[in-house]
């Protein structure tokens, strides 16, 4: 391995890649930073644009050094082989192994909050650990919006009065995201592309910088919407909206080419899952012999028009689980996520023979005893993920409205026709208490006048159920209302006065439009809105 540069070139990388940090430890439910936040290298400003990411649970901030890899500073060499990344620093020598707890600093072992991480390229390191060990003086004003970062020999810190808050708090820079859909060809890839790589690569290059260009930093593409997959599998066909044909498989990888491609502009990348929805109708003629109607018929139903995987059945439960960990194992994914798709919100849903056979003992009513399919599915898949992978992101995205205040006095002041809990058999409450998952994303696609399910008045419900837990907040909006004649929704102003509404509410962390198409068709003006609202509060 070769190094060269100095000292200097080290730190001031580091700092290129701190972004806007809002501190370096705390809890994850902090504010939103008031004021944009300023970094110091021995009393010189310097400008960041660069957002690092946090490990969910552990609040340590990881500092991506691909720019040093790839010949930018100095310092740093990368063991792909051994996954091991070397930080040289005259009489300091520190390696720090990717999955390992321990770093090595002079032939020292020494605990690591976090370890180090590869994704797509991009090293990652923990950045208290490593400035520490450079020698580096951390300080974080709370007040002023400071991180002051001084070397042994560099001048005093820059001179605040004293933090009166309440401690220094790591905080990612908000999430801004999109659901894309395949499902259809709603979002990507194009009917019209269909067998055709290049011509699906340039609509993806496209997709995301339209969306980045609106300022979202986030995409949360879903990769299996009948059963299929947009990605080489073991267990599940190719899908049919890749080539028009199910099980054919396109002269790519799909889901390779997009994550280098958003990773490439410094976005996240979420695997989106419709977990127990098998087909979007009753055709099954057209379904590749390695589709899960063809290969395990016993654990289908049919409701609505449509084909589901029971999730009563511990075995096909297991199979979706199986599926998901195929991504999660073999891409540099940044988040699982799941939607709604548990059980469906109306009609029957024939599964009196599965309940006899697996709620033998009679303890449970049929309500409760489909709750605890969900609930046990959720927790076990998180569990999968993240015992093979603790930093990525792992959460659900359930309708907006858990139980109306009149069914349940705990529940949210509204007349929803339809609730998570009640008809799709959603116990979101329990996931949160209980931190199944890292984040919850509701889908809250009414307007602040809307009265039977306020738009404020939703939000503040789910602040307060993910209060005092781990789980972060992020909410999903509907742009494709915009325009629309529903209540509130005649101006392009409603998602932006949606937005500031989250400002108000230290719980929000991030927000998520579904989905990319509407966002691109721009209705009414909102791609300008969107634009002016995160210039200003980038």
Known sequence: MKFKGTRQWLMLMLISCIGIVAGLGGAAGQARAAAEIRIYLDGVLVEADVAPYVVPKLNVTMVPLRFI??????????????????????????????????????????????????????????????????GLTVLWNQKDQIITLLSPTGPSPVPVEPDAGTGGGTQPEELRGAWVSTVYSLDWPSTSSYGKSEQQKAEYIALLDDLQGMGLNAVFVQLRP???????????????????????????????????????????????????????????????????????????????????????????????????????????????????????????????????????????????????????????????????????????????????????????DTKAGVTAYDNMYADVRTWIKQEYIDYVAPQIYWSLSFSAARYDTLVDWWAREVRGTDVDLYIGHSPYKVGTTEAGWQSAQEIISQLRYNEQVDEVAGDIFFSAKDLRRNPLGLIAALRQYYGAAS
């Open 69 to 134: 890899s790839e010949g930018i500073g100095a310092g740093i060499a990368w063991d792909q082989q051994s996954k091991t990344v070397t930080i040289i620093d005259g009489s300091s020598t520190i390696t720090m192994t990717s999955g390992a707890g321990t770093a090595s600093v002079n032939g020292r072992a020494i605990a690591l909050d976090a370890t180090v991480q590869s994704r797509a390229g991009r090293i990652m390191v923990p950045l208290r650990f490593v400035s520490e060990q450079l």
């Open 226 to 412: 009948s059963g299929d997959a947009l990605y080489p599998s073991a267990l599940v066909p190719w899908s049919k909206y890749l080539t028009g044909t199910q099980g054919k498989a396109p002269d790519y990888d799909p889901l390779a080419f997009m994550i280098e491609e958003t990773h490439k502009r410094g976005m996240t990348f979420h695997a989106w899952f419709n977990p127990f929805r098998a087909t979007v109708d009753q055709k099954v003629d057209a379904l590749d012999p390695l589709h899960v109607a063809n290969t395990h018929p016993e654990w289908i139903v049919e409701s609505g028009g449509k084909l589901y995987i029971n999730p009563g059945i511990p075995a096909a439960r297991q199979h979706i689980i199986d599926t998901v960990m195929e991504v999660v194992n073999g891409y540099a994914v940044d988040g699982v996520h799941l939607d709604d798709y548990f059980y469906p919100s109306s009609g029957t849903f024939p599964d009196d023979a599965t309940f006899a056979m697996y709620n033998a003992s009679g303890m449970l009513s049929k309500g409760d005893w489909r709750r605890n399919n969900i609930n046990t599915f959720v927790r076990e898949l998180g569990e999968a993920v993240h015992q093979a992978k603790p930093d990525v992101q792992y959460g659900i995205s359930p309708f907006g409205v858990w139980r109306n205040k009149s069914v349940d006095a705990t529940g949210s």
